[in-house]
């Protein structure tokens, strides 16, 4: 158990629809980074937090949104969902200095 | 823009030789790197760092060796066993505290 936890694990859905996907970092962990691992692709940022405020931003799609709230967790917002958003969804938290530590994942499937 | 490839989709080792997995990157400014291993249905798991001001790291069986001139780093994992069988990604950062660019992943497969 890597202390960040995801929910849901699956998520199946239909095209057009929106989810959100939660993730809960590391106790003492200030930043969070979201991943998509689509089929034999890599990891792919998509976007991080630190403290509550936007860091980065990566190849995150404008149907795609994120925030991470005071108590630190944070959703992930996909919206008018594709057939090619069917992926792993990666969250991962670090503290300063400190490698990511990585989630156990949310499968997404978009019938 | 693939700022950190991993060019070897998969690789087979005899258990008790030496696998060698490798990753290259073009952003000079990256001086952090990391490898992360992953088995099925599950998160990765960090196994190994390096800093630009080494070129050298060893954890037990694990070695990453980094070339900064010629932008390319590799994890030796010695000797191998089958429980290393899993897909590794290497990533890069620019700072501990940025946003890391993973590899699309090397699939090991280490035969008994």
């Known amino acids: 158990d890597s202390g960040v936890t995801q929910t849901p694990k699956h998520l199946i859905t239909a095209t057009g629809q929106r989810v959100t996907l939660r993730c809960s970092p590391r106790s003492g962990d200030l930043s969070v980074y979201w991943y998509q691992q689509s089929l034999d692709q890599g990891l792919q940022f998509l976007i991080q937090y630190y403290n509550g405020e936007e860091r980065a931003k990566g190849n995150i799609l404008e149907r795609f949104s994120a925030q991470q709230f005071p108590d630190l967790h944070s959703e992930l917002n996909l919206s008018s969902l594709e057939l090619g958003d069917s992926a792993l969804y990666f969250c991962?938290?670090?503290?300063?200095?400190?490698?990511?530590?990585f989630g156990p994942g949310t499968r997404l499937t978009v019938l | 823009d693939q700022q950190v490839k991993q060019n070897s989709p998969s690789l087979s080792v005899q258990e008790g030789r030496i696998s060698i997995l490798n990753c290259d990157y073009t952003?000079?400014?990256?001086?952090?790197f990391l490898w992360y291993k992953k088995y099925p249905a599950e998160g990765p798991t960090f196994l190994i760092s390096?800093?630009?001001?080494?070129d050298k790291n060893e954890d037990g069986r694990f070695t990453v060796f980094l070339n900064k001139s010629a932008k390319h780093l590799s994890l030796h994992i010695v000797p191998s066993q089958p429980g290393d069988s899993a897909v590794y990604f290497c990533a890069a950062s620019w700072d501990t505290g940025n946003q890391f660019y993973f590899g699309t992943g090397t699939s090991l497969t280490v035969i008994p």
């Open positions: 390096i800093s630009s001001i080494k």
């Open positions: 991962a938290s670090s503290r300063q200095g400190a490698s990511p530590i």
């Open positions: 952003n000079s400014m990256f001086d952090y």
